[in-house]
């Protein structure tokens, strides 16, 4: 196979940024690398084969200024641009900028982006592609009064949703007539601060839904692909945790019918290169078009794991103008995939960021065990970005056997130096609705509920009964051993995690 560019020039930072150089690099393409002047000793910055500063360590001085990125490329001879995830990686001007440089966008077309960017113009190709979407309106509401017709229409309870929203920002839940007005105006203030346009729109609600979303490949030649489905239920705050590949969920039936869904609206947008249509999927197995990002996304591995195919690879492929080279037939799955992300979070408190020096760190090995990381023992994660550490991913013949895998990976990997993730992942794929694949995206707020006030005072009872008979047992034993448990905060606070691992 001819090499599809000689130089790329990498517009990100962290783990995506690695995963990138090493596809490069496995294509004998020379990479560049951009970073922030808190991204010196950074990962990605070590393996390129050239590193370009851009600037201060906030994004909106670095990562998020496109003239800095354009400049690097055209400095360093690069001949495309890979935007990973995140950052301008869905930002339309941004696509546009290196097409207008005579760089290769490793993405989709600007107007790809711009049309998906708008979710309810999302939504009306959907429509038009007879692609089942939730109920709602296909135009923002205007008023008050036509808000309650459309309510009433598609019944309550209803979601308001901005127009130029995206992943959970300026959505409200209205479960009553009554409640309407306020959440109109609320939802419309949120959506023009955040976004710059208080439109907003209805659909009904989809109680307790899964999260479930297509990967395609399309190339520049008229060919498009499904690569199956993700689970992405296991989410908190509309941030993924555990995503897997296969859905237990999903019939091969439904796969189809998703999969051909998916690339419909792909080909209706004249879209180009990796892109991940995301759907609703309620209890009876309904399934909703929810809105597609343009982008390799977060959970990508998943999917090569079971389908074999390397994404980063395919994405430089069809930017190069390449033919896919293979039809859906010639797409398996094999087998199963789960991948946990590891965040530099304390999730005893409340999931704050913990950035800082990692002292030590033993990543897991062994067979079907693969972990995406951008940092290394002796890296300090700066302050200013994500706090993704780490993915681990695994690969099973069967959704039982990866579950096994993961939870002794899990097992394996110590981090010291900062807080992490690991022990509610843990507590996630132990969990038995895990087991069951009973999922859904409130799985984590049940999860959670069990460690807020009102369960903690119980188990806080137990607590102290067990301090208490541990203290009397030693009473009658002075010696070093003998102290109350009052003398030890540590072990006071241990106790009052129940279930939780210490390390
Ligand atoms: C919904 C919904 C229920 N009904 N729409 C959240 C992110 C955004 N992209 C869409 N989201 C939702 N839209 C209707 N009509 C519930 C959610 C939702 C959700 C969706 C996917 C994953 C996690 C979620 C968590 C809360 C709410």
Redesign the pocket.
């Known amino acids: 196979m001819s090499v599809p560019f000689e130089k790329v020039l990498i517009a990100n930072r962290g783990e995506i940024a690695v995963r990138v150089i090493r596809a490069c690099r496995e294509l004998g393409i020379k990479t560049v690398a951009v970073f922030s002047e808190a991204d010196r000793e950074s990962l990605h910055v070590l393996l390129a084969d050239e590193a370009v500063p851009i600037g201060p360590p906030p994004a909106s001085e670095s990562y998020l200024v496109i003239d800095k990125l354009i400049s690097a490329a055209r400095a360093t001879g690069a001949q495309a641009v890979h935007p990973g995830y995140g950052f301008l990686a869905e930002n339309a001007t941004f696509a546009q900028a290196c097409l207008d440089a005579k760089l290769t966008f490793i993405g989709p077309p600007p107007a790809a982006i711009r049309a998906m960017g708008d979710k309810m113009a999302a939504r009306r190709v959907a429509i038009k592609m007879g692609v089942p979407v939730?109920p709602?309106t296909e135009q923002p509401v205007s008023d008050d009064a036509e808000a309650a017709r459309v309510a009433e229409r598609v019944g309550y309870p209803?979601?308001l949703?901005a127009a130029m929203?995206?992943?959970?920002k300026g959505?409200r839940?209205v479960r009553a007539p009554g409640e309407l007005t306020g959440a109109l105006r609320a939802a419309r203030s949120e959506a023009g601060a955040a976004f710059g346009d208080a439109a907003v729109y209805i659909?009904?609600?989809?109680?307790e839904?899964?999260?479930i979303e297509i990967q395609v490949l399309a190339d520049a030649h008229g060919g498009v692909v499904y690569l199956g489905e993700r689970e992405?239920?296991i989410?908190r705050r509309?941030q993924?945790l555990v995503e897997e590949s296969p859905s237990s969920f999903v019939t091969p039936e439904m796969r189809r019918r998703m999969g051909e869904a998916a690339c419909r609206v792909a080909a209706a947008v004249g879209y180009v290169n990796a892109g991940t249509v995301?759907f609703?999927v309620d209890r009876e197995r309904n399934f909703?078009f929810?809105?597609m990002n343009t982008r390799l996304q977060v959970e990508h591995p998943v999917t090569e794991l079971v389908t074999g195919r390397d994404l980063v690879r395919d994405q430089l492929r069809i930017a190069a103008g390449e033919k896919l080279g293979f039809g859906q037939d010639d797409v398996t799955l094999d087998g199963w995939a789960i991948e946990c992300r590891v965040n530099a979070e304390d999730p005893f408190a409340s999931f704050i960021p913990s950035p800082g020096k990692v002292l030590g760190l033993r990543a897991p090995g062994g067979p079907w065990v693969r972990d995406d990381t951008g940092v290394y023992a002796g890296y300090t994660i700066p302050r200013f970005y994500d706090t993704l550490m780490a993915k681990l991913i695994v690969w099973g013949t069967d959704r039982d056997a990866a579950i096994a895998r993961m939870s002794r990976a899990l097992g394996e990997y110590t981090v010291a130096g900062v807080q992490t993730t690991i022990p509610i992942l843990q507590r996630i794929i132990a969990h038995p609705d895990f087991a069951a694949g009973r999922l859904s995206?409130?799985f984590m707020d049940r999860l959670l509920a069990a460690d807020k006030p009102e369960a903690a005072g119980r188990h806080r009872k137990i607590a102290l009964i067990a301090a208490a008979l541990t203290a009397y047992e030693r009473a009658g034993r002075p010696g070093p051993a003998g102290g109350s448990p009052a003398a030890t905060p540590g072990a006071w606070r241990q106790a009052l995690r129940p279930g939780w691992r210490s390390r």
């Open positions: 939730v709602g209803v979601m949703k929203g995206g992943g959970g959505m839940l659909e009904r609600y989809v109680e839904p899964r999260h992405c239920s989410q509309h993924k995301e609703l909703y929810l809105e995206t409130g």
